[in-house]
């Protein structure tokens, strides 16, 4: 019995580009050897892309594809995804095509040596300065605060086994960031090098705060330093007010040294100015991370579905796990 690979396509907007992500992939698709299905999660879009996945499941019953009530964002559709698929291998590739189908068929031959998860990794980016840098210092940022071994410069991009993907699903988390919860489960993995493209039509999904979004998404669930470096960082205030409070006491016991080395207390009230709006702002900030914090266990207390889906088409939806 010939085994089946699956495909799971997150989709948001994209109607411009969803032709060519069909040709290109169901191209790779029949050179694999397998069979396959590609799981297309529509993530509530507001343009055709619906009624062209629902086109593309007439025309091939192999695309099948979910629509959600609105948007869940892009690790939900991703999650929805991999909740579906039926696959014994399950790829994760965008609907932008900046991920070449073309180099899958190297992920199965690593799958067929007997590794769970063959991910991407981007030799070359086709983006802006900026964006570039962000996503460089993250990843090395992640890599420091994490306390396991997550890839550099590694996405979504990846061909996962059946058992890594059913311990996914298996997962809790409703604030997910799938890879982190990857490189977390461990199992044998492997990394693939290629070359990112730039979009083959339409504009980027993920805007400047949706990617900060997901990148506090990804500190905050796997690390808990940046609450640890707020009692450090209080230690070291404290610190530094004792010297400060020293510093002050001897200036007035021995005035006339420190006035012969110019060092003679100044009357005013610049100093404590800006120690009041140091330390508010030092708390201030804390206070905040906290926040962050506070508002994931929130989510996860409310126990609210990650996705709902408003329509199926060539599958049968499953309700999400609670």
């Known amino acids: 019995m010939s085994k089946l690979i699956s495909v799971v396509v997150p989709c948001y907007n994209e109607q411009e580009v969803l032709e060519a992500l069909r040709e290109r992939l169901t191209n790779a698709c029949e050179k694999w050897g397998y ?64 991920d070449p189908p073309e180099e899958l068929h190297r992920f199965i031959a690593k799958w067929e040596e007997g590794f769970d998860v063959i991910y991407g990794v981007r030799k070359k980016r086709k983006e802006g300065l900026i964006k570039r840098f962000s996503y460089w210092a993250f990843y090395r940022l992640m890599a420091r605060v994490v306390p396991f071994e997550i890839p550099l410069d590694s996405g979504d991009f990846c061909l996962m086994s059946r058992r890594m993907v059913n311990t996914l699903n298996n997962f809790p988390e409703r604030n997910r960031f799938v890879r982190g919860l990857r490189a977390w489960a461990g199992f044998k993995q492997v990394a693939i090098p290629y070359e990112r493209q730039g979009r ?40 530094l007010a004792v010297l400060g409070i020293l510093f002050t006491f001897f200036q007035r016991i021995f005035s006339g040294f420190f006035d012969r080395i110019g060092l003679a207390p100044v009357p005013g009230y610049a100093t404590n100015v800006i120690a009041i709006l140091f330390m508010g702002g030092v708390q201030l900030i804390f206070l905040g991370i906290i926040g962050e914090y506070l508002i994931r266990i929130f989510d996860e207390v409310k126990q609210r579905p990650v996705w709902i889906v408003r329509e199926a088409n060539g599958l049968e939806p499953k309700a999400p796990p609670r």
């Not at 799981?39 to 996945?53: I, N, P």
């Not at 039509?201 to 997901?214: D, F, H, N, R």
């Not at 990804?218 to 940046?226: A, C, R, T």
Request: proline share 4%; charged share 20%.
């Open 35 to 98: 069979d396959w299905e590609v799981v297309a999660v529509d993530d509530g879009s507001r343009d055709t892309t619906w009624e062209m996945l629902c086109r593309f499941q007439a025309e091939d019953p192999r695309w099948r594809s979910i629509s959600f009530s609105r948007n869940f964002g892009h690790q939900a559709a991703v999650s929805a995804g991999l909740y579906h698929a039926q696959g014994d291998a399950v790829f994760i590739i965008d609907a932008d095509l900046q």
């Open 200 to 239: 083959a039509a339409g504009v980027p999904k993920y805007t400047p705060s949706k990617l900060i979004k997901l990148a506090l998404d990804g500190m905050i669930s796997f690390s808990g330093l940046p609450l640890k470096m707020a009692s450090q960082f209080g230690f070291i205030v404290s610190a």
